[in-house]
């Protein structure tokens, strides 16, 4: 169990050493007094214990500018960066077992995170600030998970170095979103809360599963740019279609439809989805959920209040949100 150390700025004296035990560290600043940041690493580095921490987490009230807070703590793996006052990432280079970063600094939108891939920073959730951020995520090689907030446009082009497998867009403030071709290893995508997304556009063939949760706006057509997709879970889409819209996805093999006004307009599913073996509709009425059942020997097609094969314990366990 974490156990965390709570050190205020402007009395780090007080700490004398690190009791066995404790592995995170919060650094905050209540008082609101000027600290010397200089002195303050100087001093953590001479402290006893240091070296098991493994979290550290820099509070929005923090006085620090920079990371340089990190070379006191030699086995870092865990970092949150919350402060109002931070500038840069100055520092990040001392966080050489560095597994996972998290920025959010919410309206502080001065900071930069250039020099981010000077660590081997593998999962990071960063909430966007400015443009550059883009462009600094694109020098990471060792990133292969992100969860990005309230992002805009993103060129893909740019991250095609990144090993990047999982990406999650939170928020996004985007209207359209493609051509996610351009990173190789990219295959998982999670696309929730982004309100202003009608499109999806370009080539999106290497991506195989797909959440897409609180897109309103969103065309269920432009799916079709998804050409191996092998799972799909489509949460709260208000736009009327018929399923066939949604084109042949010749890999897929799981559709979920929550809560979306998608008509299903074919009794043979295995024409347009030839590998399905998982078909869940919320809005079929149990008529149709049996229809279909009958007549796609192999595919487990279930509803809103009739299902088959248990498939009704999943869709509750999902419905409402699909995100923490």
Known sequence: MTKELKI??????????????????????????????????????????????????????????????????????????????????????????????KISTESNRRRRIAGLSLAPIEKMTLQFARSEDLEDIGACLTLNDLDLFRSKDIDFSKWSQVPLKSLGLKQGKFREFGNTVDVISLNDIRVLGCRSLERFTGDNSRITRMIIEGCKKLDLRTIQTFARIKSLIVNGNTNEILLSEMG???????????????????????????????????????????????????IVVSGRTYTLKGSLRTYKALNGSLIE
């Open 8 to 101: 205020e700025e402007s009395n780090f004296h007080d700490l004398s050493r690190i009791e066995l035990g404790y592995d995170s560290i919060e650094l905050s600043n209540d008082l609101g007094t000027e600290v010397d940041p200089i002195a303050l690493v100087d001093y953590l580095c001479t402290v006893e214990g240091t070296s098991q921490i493994q979290s550290l987490s820099i509070n929005y009230n923090s006085f620090l500018k920079d990371l340089k807070v990190i070379k006191a703590f030699p086995n870092l793996r865990y970092i949150s960066v919350y402060g109002y006052q931070i500038i840069s990432l100055d520092g990040i280079e001392w966080f050489q077992h560095g597994q996972y970063i």
């Open 248 to 298: 042949e996805l010749k890999q897929l093999e799981s559709l979920w439809l929550i809560d979306c006004k998608v008509q299903v307009d074919t009794s043979n599913l295995k024409h347009q989805f030839p590998r399905l073996e998982e078909l869940q509709i919320s809005n079929m009425k149990n008529e149709q959920v049996l229809e279909l059942s009958q007549l796609n020997t192999g």
